[in-house]
């Protein structure tokens, strides 16, 4: 793709889970166009999770890319479950790089697991994916009304969004169900903050290549059922698609491009949601 | 010259004017080559002037204007025979074809379903719904033999995914747009070749600025203005703004077609500023 410099030129993005995955792959594809960045990540494990997830280490290699594109960011180490935790990272951003334009609520965790699985999982992928992304556009949202300048915010769902997949674990449940309800929260935000020309879109991918779809645990969760496999077989003929494709979706939304495209969601699943 | 569909030719129906030579214009601004079809008449059941020669000729200069290659005809989507004829004669002296925008259509004046008259009902299902059938079946066989992939864009409208009183044979038309959308999506994707719709909310172009639309939105006045039609218009929209304009459409239609998009396929995507969820 050829490069049309500078899309995001002044404006400043929020970004959770920004550590590695989508999330770094959106600070970096969004810097590529001229937005500074605030980068959240909880950098830690949750027990719930059978997959290794992000560290500092990881963050910090987000930060080493977006400052080699030139643009700043402020990263810090913060849980989208603690509403204190999160907002004070986010005003620490703000307070360096100035007010907020553009919000990714990009956090998440896949928390499947074969066997023993923890009576937690459910709990934790909805505290995380759900009122992890309301705690997000909560944090974000007064300072971008007061201002007046508008916004973009996408929310990340998924395909399990969409559709009745994930199986049928504590886990798998609570990821379709907490998928679904960001796509209540999208149309009601969408709703409430057009006034103020606040747009608010989601974006629902099919598998990713990202350490939470490519790992030993998550495989073989698939592997165990032949009906996970068909969820997660495309019409195109690709097996996943990439993080940066995800973020060339929220390009378009969070640009002038997408000035007027509000309340929509936007799968990039390879065809998958059509066939099924 | 680079661009986000450099190299690339797409073919356009309804070029002439409005959304179509937006389109034109913004793809080729892109690097595109255009094939540019439009019927360049009055249609029956339009209330309102068709497109021109004159105004095709117009897009042929603003895209030569890009130093981009450009192939106009004078064609009917509703005449299949005259579609593919243009199309591959666009093709001969282009020499590929990577994009397809069915954006050829028509508005109408409002009645109540049961008052559509039966020619009505049949002029906007031929142009709205067969033409893009027609635009799609002369291209598919050329975008599988180059092998190469490719986007299909089909123009349906809010209106394609939900009701609106008094228009019902437009609001059939663009929702069968997307019963087509997803079909040909699903019957392309071994071939790459990728198929969504769009779907505007009002767009500030000739097909709804005229009395006749003026009149479906402030049917509690005589001879309704653009002025008396925004509240009206703007009361359709989430987003505080009465209509969007070209260059929106056309924006997203390139997003479908480039590179950018490489994985989405049989999607309806609104350009509505918030139309649908209201």
């Given at each position: 793709?050829?490069?049309?410099?500078?899309?995001?030129?002044?404006?400043?993005?929020?970004?959770?889970?920004?550590?590695?995955?989508?999330?770094?792959?959106?600070?970096?594809?969004?810097a590529?166009?001229?937005?500074?960045i605030?980068?959240?990540?909880?950098?830690r494990q949750?027990?719930?999770?059978?997959?290794?997830?992000?560290?500092?280490d990881?963050?910090a290699?987000?930060?080493?890319e977006?400052?080699a594109?030139?643009?700043?960011?402020?990263?810090?180490?913060?849980d989208v479950?603690?509403?204190a935790g999160?907002?004070?990272a986010?005003?620490?951003?703000?307070?360096?790089?100035?007010?907020?334009?553009i919000?990714?609520?990009?956090?998440?965790?896949?928390?499947?697991?074969?066997?023993?699985?923890?009576?937690?999982a459910?709990q934790?992928?909805?505290?995380?994916n759900?009122?992890?992304?309301?705690n997000?556009?909560?944090?974000?949202?007064?300072?971008?009304?007061?201002?007046?300048q508008?916004?973009?915010?996408?929310?990340?769902?998924?395909?399990?969004?969409?559709?009745?997949?994930?199986?049928?674990?504590?886990?798998?449940?609570?990821?379709?169900?907490?998928?679904?309800?960001v796509?209540?929260?999208?149309?009601?935000?969408?709703?409430?903050?057009a006034?103020?020309?606040?747009?608010?879109n989601?974006?629902?991918?099919?598998?990713?290549?990202?350490?939470?779809v490519?790992?030993?645990?998550?495989?073989?969760?698939?592997?165990?059922?032949?009906?996970?496999?068909?969820?997660?077989?495309?019409?195109?003929?690709?097996?996943?698609?990439?993080p940066?494709?995800?973020s060339?979706?929220?390009?378009?939304?969070?640009s002038?491009?997408?000035?007027?495209?509000?309340g929509?969601?936007?799968?990039?699943d390879?065809?998958f949601?059509?066939?099924? | 010259m680079?661009?986000?569909?450099a190299?690339?030719?797409?073919?356009?129906t309804?070029?002439?004017?409005?959304?179509?030579?937006?389109?034109?214009?913004?793809?080729?601004?892109?690097?595109?080559?255009?094939?540019?079809?439009d019927?360049?008449?009055?249609?029956?059941?339009?209330?309102?002037?068709?497109?021109?020669?004159?105004?095709?000729?117009?897009?042929?200069?603003?895209?030569?204007?890009?130093?981009?290659?450009?192939?106009?005809?004078?064609?009917?989507?509703?005449?299949?025979?005259?579609?593919?004829?243009?199309?591959?004669?666009?093709?001969?002296?282009?020499?590929?074809?990577?994009?397809?925008?069915?954006?050829?259509g028509?508005?109408?004046?409002?009645?109540?379903?049961?008052?559509?008259?039966e020619?009505?009902?049949?002029?906007?299902?031929?142009?709205?719904?067969?033409?893009?059938?027609?635009?799609?079946?002369?291209a598919?066989?050329?975008?599988?033999?180059?092998?190469?992939?490719g986007?299909?864009?089909?123009?349906?409208?809010?209106a394609?995914?939900?009701?609106?009183?008094?228009?019902a044979?437009?609001?059939?038309?663009?929702?069968?747009?997307?019963?087509?959308?997803?079909?040909?999506?699903?019957?392309?994707?071994?071939?790459?070749?990728?198929?969504?719709?769009i779907?505007?909310t009002?767009?500030d172009?000739?097909?709804?600025?005229?009395?006749?639309?003026?009149?479906?939105?402030?049917?509690?006045?005589?001879?309704?203005t653009?002025?008396?039609f925004?509240?009206?218009?703007?009361a359709?929209?989430?987003?505080p703004?009465?209509?969007v304009?070209?260059?929106?459409?056309?924006?997203?239609?390139?997003?479908?077609?480039?590179?950018?998009?490489?994985?989405?396929?049989?999607?309806?995507?609104p350009?509505?500023?918030?139309?649908?969820?209201?």
């Open positions: 793709m050829t490069q049309v410099a500078g899309k995001l030129e002044g404006k400043v993005a929020f970004i959770t889970g920004a550590a590695r995955g989508q999330g770094r792959s959106h600070a970096i594809r969004l590529q166009e001229g937005a500074n605030i980068a959240v990540d909880l950098c949750i027990d719930s999770v059978a997959y290794p997830m992000a560290t500092p990881d963050l290699e987000t930060v080493k977006v400052e594109l030139d643009r700043r960011i402020v990263a810090r180490e913060a479950r603690d509403e999160l907002k004070a986010f005003e620490a951003g703000v307070a360096e790089l100035g007010p907020v334009d919000v990714l609520a990009n956090a998440g965790i896949a928390p499947m697991a074969l066997g023993e699985e923890p009576h937690q459910w934790d992928v909805i505290d995380v759900l009122t992890g992304v309301f997000t556009v909560e944090t974000a949202i007064p300072s971008m009304i007061e201002r007046g508008g916004g973009a915010i996408v929310l990340t769902s998924s395909t399990a969004g969409i559709n009745g997949i994930g199986g049928a674990t504590r886990g798998g449940l609570g990821y379709t169900a907490s998928k679904h309800g796509v209540g929260l999208m149309r009601s935000y969408a709703n409430t903050l006034p103020h020309s606040i747009r608010v989601s974006v629902h991918p099919t598998g990713v290549r990202t350490p939470m490519v790992n030993e645990v998550m495989q073989q969760f698939l592997e165990s059922d032949p009906a996970m496999g068909q969820a997660m077989a495309n019409a195109l003929p690709v097996d996943m698609v990439e940066v494709d995800i060339n979706a929220i390009l378009w939304l969070v002038d491009d997408g000035r007027y495209v509000t929509i969601t936007v799968p990039v390879a065809g949601t059509n066939k099924k | 680079a661009g986000r569909v190299g690339k030719v797409a073919f356009i309804g070029a002439a004017r409005g959304q179509g030579r937006s389109h034109a214009v913004r793809l080729a601004q892109e690097g595109a080559d255009i094939i540019a079809v019927v360049c008449e009055d249609m029956p059941g339009m209330p309102y002037a068709g497109a021109t020669q004159e105004d095709l000729a117009e897009t042929v200069k603003e895209v030569e204007a890009l130093d981009r290659r450009i192939v106009a005809a004078k064609a009917d989507v509703r005449d299949y025979g005259a579609l593919k004829a243009a199309l591959d004669d666009g093709i001969a002296q282009l020499g590929r074809l990577d994009i397809v925008s069915a954006n050829a028509i508005g109408s004046s409002p009645h109540a379903a049961q008052d559509l008259a020619q009505t009902w049949q002029d906007m299902l031929d142009i709205n719904l067969t033409g893009v059938w027609h635009t799609a079946k002369a598919t066989a050329h975008l599988i033999e180059g092998g190469r992939g986007s299909i864009v089909l123009t349906s409208s809010a394609g995914l939900q009701a609106y009183a008094n228009i044979h437009y609001v059939s038309a663009k929702h069968g747009v997307v019963g087509l959308m997803r079909t040909l999506a699903l019957e392309l994707a071994p071939h790459s070749i990728r198929v969504n719709s779907h505007p009002q767009v172009t000739p097909m709804i600025q005229n009395e006749a639309t003026y009149r479906l939105f402030r049917p509690d006045l005589d001879h309704p653009r002025a008396d925004e509240p009206a218009s703007q359709m929209n989430v987003l703004i009465p209509w304009d070209p260059v929106d459409i056309s924006n997203a239609v390139l997003f479908l077609a480039s590179d950018e998009a490489r994985y989405i396929t049989g999607v309806a995507l350009v509505d500023a918030g139309a649908v969820i209201k």
